[in-house]
């Protein structure tokens, strides 16, 4: 990772991290940041290893993004769990770090163009619409050991023929 962007993500963390020691008026240690997260997921907080990874395509594809987003997202994760222990990821305690101690408009999900980082899929139906399996919910299919069903229908997705 370029260390201009390693130092951009650094900057952010602190910026953040400095807002929940003084709202919550504790001390937080600085988390580990690795690179090494792959597919669709923009970043994973490590709750117990106190660290942070993130997807270095997807950050390199959309730094600004990341340093403003992506960072106080996950770092959210760890500040809820050192807090109050083991909750609902995206629950009300999250959803106040995000919006009343970093002032961030708490979303679950990120929006980039994934094109660099989508691996091979399969078209699935259901009665409503069409779906892309990735190779893996594709290769479980397969082999028996689920079904997916249309969280908008509710109907199986089935191979398309």
């Known amino acids: ?10 900057r952010s963390l602190i910026t953040h991290l400095t807002k929940a020691q003084q709202a919550l008026g504790c001390s937080f240690s600085m988390p580990e940041i690795l690179y ?3 597919g669709k997921v923009a970043g994973k907080a490590y709750l117990r290893q106190w660290q942070i990874r993130l997807n270095p395509t997807l950050l390199l594809e959309n730094e600004q ?3 403003q987003e992506v960072v106080p997202h996950e770092l959210a994760h760890l500040v809820v769990y050192h807090q109050f ?3 609902k990821p995206h629950g009300k305690e999250w959803q106040y770090v995000m919006g009343h101690i970093f002032n961030l408009t708490p979303t679950t999900r990120h929006n980039f163009d994934i094109s660099s980082v989508q691996g091979q899929t399969f078209p699935y139906w259901c009665q409503c619409r069409e779906h892309q399996l990735s190779i893996r919910r594709h290769n479980k299919v397969l ?4 079904q997916y ?3 908008i229908c509710g109907t199986p997705l089935t191979p398309q023929q």
């Open 143 to 146: 082999r028996r050991q689920t």
């Open 149 to 151: 069903h249309c969280t």
């Open 1 to 10: 990772m370029p260390p201009h962007i390693q130092h951009n993500i650094q």
């Open 65 to 67: 993004a990341f340093v």
């Open 85 to 87: 222990g083991r909750v």
């Open 36 to 38: 090494n997260v792959r």
